[in-house]
Structures are given as C-alpha cells and as structure tokens.
C-alpha cells in the first residue's frame, strides 16, 4: 500500500515562490499518477496538477499554468510542485495523491485510491 507524505508548504508574500515535495513509499511508484489537490478554507477540494507514471504526461488547473510546474524522480519517489508568482488565492491546504495508471493523469479526485496529510501553503503580506 503506497503511503504519501507532503512537505515544503508555507507563509509566503503574494509573488514568491515555495517548492512542495510528495514522498512516497510502500508502492511500485513508478505504476502511479500521482495528482496535487488543494483545499481552501469553506471551499471544496480541487485539482491542481498532476503527472503521469512515466512523467511524460502533465495537466494543470487554467489558474496555475505558466506558475506552476509538476514534475518527478521515479528513483527518488517524489513528485514536486514548483509554484511561482503565488497569489493569496494559492492559500490552502495542498494534498497529493496516486492513482495506478497506465501513462495519463487525472484531475478529478475520484480515481486517485492514495492520500497524503496535506500542507498547508499560505501567500499573505
């Protein structure tokens, strides 16, 4: 059972730029799609991005292209979020999860069977 822990969330000022890290353990990971979700206060959970076993295959959310990078080392286990020009409404809790997957991703919550703790990322002056 694959087990997913996020880290690198933060305070940052509206412009900067933070760099989540999702480790993964107990799976053959490269078999995984892995998805970053985030939640904000009284809203429902989104996707953000998300990146295929292989790293081949990427999708953003429209609010995070051109900000926000994904990509992973299938030796190291981790996917990254690279997020640049972070925006107060970046502010949320941010999850990744896995979804066993052939080469694409999804960025619905449904078919990802693996959740991480979340990280809470917060862009404020």
């Known amino acids: 059972q694959l087990q997913l822990v996020e880290s690198g969330g933060g305070l940052v000022q509206p412009g900067g730029s933070l760099r989540l890290s999702c480790a993964a353990s107990?799976?053959?990971?490269?078999?995984?799609?892995i998805g970053w979700f985030r939640q904000a206060p009284g809203k429902e959970r989104e996707g953000v991005s998300c990146v295929g076993p292989r790293g081949s295959t990427t999708n953003y959310q429209d609010s995070v292209k051109g900000r926000f990078t994904i990509s992973r080392d299938n030796d190291k286990n981790m996917v990254y979020l690279q997020m640049n020009s972070l925006k107060p409404e970046d502010t949320a809790i941010y999850f990744c999860a896995a979804d066993r997957a052939d080469w694409d991703c999804m960025m619905l919550e449904d078919p990802y069977d693996y959740w991480g703790q979340g990280t809470q990322v917060t862009v404020s002056q």
């Open positions: 107990g799976g053959t990971f490269g078999r995984y799609a």
